[in-house]
């Protein structure tokens, strides 16, 4: 009662001390100073703290989750930067600002993963011999199965080095075949080839021969004779970079970049240390899935390669509406 009459003549204009005085020498003892701390606890929180505390719970349901084990783990959006995690947000339902996202993200102490610089690996042909470029640093594609891009790299484990290869579909940046193996020999990059094949005609759009262009650098692997005539029986067109250039294949690159990135150098796909190939592999499968599935890219319009794959066929099967 006594806090309502002072807030009711602080609206006719009169400072809280002079009201609190006046109160004291009637024998009720308030002071100043009591009645802010009330005031300050009781308030009715800002639009903004209660719309930041919506924001927060969003991206806590996003970034962590409860295993099967009840125990709460960090989801690969963890690894997301300001601009996916706006995104991921919004696709959430919460109409977020760009903002209140950071806010959200300084509060739960995340910030986006950075990569750091890779290490070129490739070793041409000893004879030389290899196709012309077809792609000229063009990686773009007006449809799936226009351009695949090529490529391995190497992950250290306490049982030794293994090599994980890549074959990227240029349309969406969907990975569509990856293989492990603990030699570098050709059928490191001969078998997600063949399953690249299998999973396109898996999925109803095989290959056209003819239409398809199959770019990798100079490594020995791709200038093979067994690759190469593969190549030629699937009727792929084998296209090839030059040597020490990573420019010639920069869109592989920079997959490979993201892999190393956000599978191999966290803890999101695997806990503890990389001791055999079979671990490599688990970590790389879950990397894989979430990586087409549901990873936003911002250069599709923060879709992913499958919902960009999708939608790509759904404006090709729509069906004419009556004029």
């Not at 959006?77 to 706006?86: Q, T």
């Not at 004879?127 to 695949?148: H, K």
């Not at 290869?165 to 990059?189: P, Y």
């Not at 021969?209 to 990798?216: D, K, Q, T, V, Y």
Request: charged share 25%.
């Amino acid at each position: 009662m006594i806090v309502a009459f002072v807030d009711e003549l602080r609206a006719e204009g009169h400072a809280v001390e002079s009201i609190c005085r006046v109160l004291r020498e009637q024998g009720c003892q308030v002071a100043a100073r009591s009645y802010r701390e009330w005031a300050r606890v009781n308030r009715t929180p800002a639009p903004r703290v209660v719309s930041d505390a919506g924001v927060i719970n969003a991206v806590r349901d996003i970034v962590w989750q409860v295993d099967h084990q009840g125990v709460r783990r960090m989801t690969p959006e963890g690894l997301y930067g300001r601009r996916k995690m706006i995104t991921s947000v919004r696709r959430h339902g919460l109409d977020a600002s760009p903002g209140a996202v950071d806010r959200a993200m300084r509060s739960l102490s995340l910030q986006g993963v950075r990569r750091s610089k890779g290490i070129r690996t490739t070793i041409p042909g000893k004879d030389g011999n290899r196709a012309g470029d077809l792609l000229d640093r063009d990686f773009t594609a007006v449809a799936p199965n226009r351009t695949w891009v090529m490529d391995f790299t190497y992950v250290r484990t306490w049982a030794g080095f293994v090599y994980v290869a890549f074959i990227l579909d240029v349309f969406a940046q969907r990975i569509v075949a990856w293989n492990i193996d603990s030699t570098k020999a050709v059928e490191l990059v001969d078998i997600p080839l063949r399953m690249a094949l299998w999973q396109r005609g898996r999925e109803g759009h095989p290959i056209v021969p003819g239409e398809l262009i199959g770019h990798a650098d100079a490594g020995s692997q791709y200038t093979a004779i067994a690759f190469t005539e593969h190549l030629a029986d699937e009727g792929i067109r084998p296209s090839i970079g030059t040597v020490a250039d990573a420019y010639d294949n920069a869109l592989m690159e920079c997959i490979i970049g993201l892999y190393k990135t956000e599978c191999i150098r966290t803890t999101i796909f695997h806990q503890g240390p990389y001791r055999t190939i079979g671990d490599v592999e688990y970590a790389t499968a879950g990397w894989v899935d979430w990586y087409n599935n549901r990873r936003l890219h911002s250069t599709l319009g923060m879709m992913t390669p499958v919902e960009f794959e999708q939608a790509h066929y759904a404006t090709l099967n729509r069906e004419p509406q009556p004029v």
